[in-house]
Nanobody, 116 residues
Framework: VQLQASGGGLVQAGGSLRLSCAAS????????MGWYRQAPGKQRELVAT???????NYVDSVKGRFTISRDNAKNTIYLQMNSLEPEDTAVYYC???????????WGQGTLVTVSS
């Protein structure tokens, strides 16, 4: 599975960005896709995930500000980020996970910079 992420950039605090991640290759019908981020000097952390059926999960710090969605026909997920804060500055990585057989893949990362 290959993941192509896009949509990062520089935005002022309070602004919005939308990330996209398109998956291609041998995609199983049961999978979970999501976004993780890694800020300088910090560990990579989960931001949000969405199962193929639509169930979602968010880290507490982005609840109410970020929305993850997916288009199964396009094998693409999106992350709408609103009310961005400088603390959201990080490299955002797209992730694909399937359970049987167990596989996980990562995209190349896209940088989001939020200026104060």
């Amino acid at each position: 599975v290959q993941l192509q992420a896009s949509g990062g950039g520089l935005v002022q605090a309070g602004g919005s960005l939308r990330l996209s991640c398109a998956a291609s290759g041998n995609i199983f019908s049961i999978n979970v896709m999501g976004w993780y981020r890694q800020a300088p000097g910090k560990q990579r952390e989960l931001v949000a995930t969405i199962a193929r059926g639509g169930s979602t999960n968010y880290v507490d710090s982005v609840k109410g500000r970020f929305t993850i969605s997916r288009d199964n026909a396009k094998n693409t997920i999106y992350l709408q980020m609103n009310s961005l804060e400088p603390e959201d500055t990080a490299v955002y990585y797209c992730n694909y996970w399937q359970g049987n057989p167990l596989r996980t893949y990562w995209g190349q990362g896209t940088l989001v910079t939020v200026s104060s």
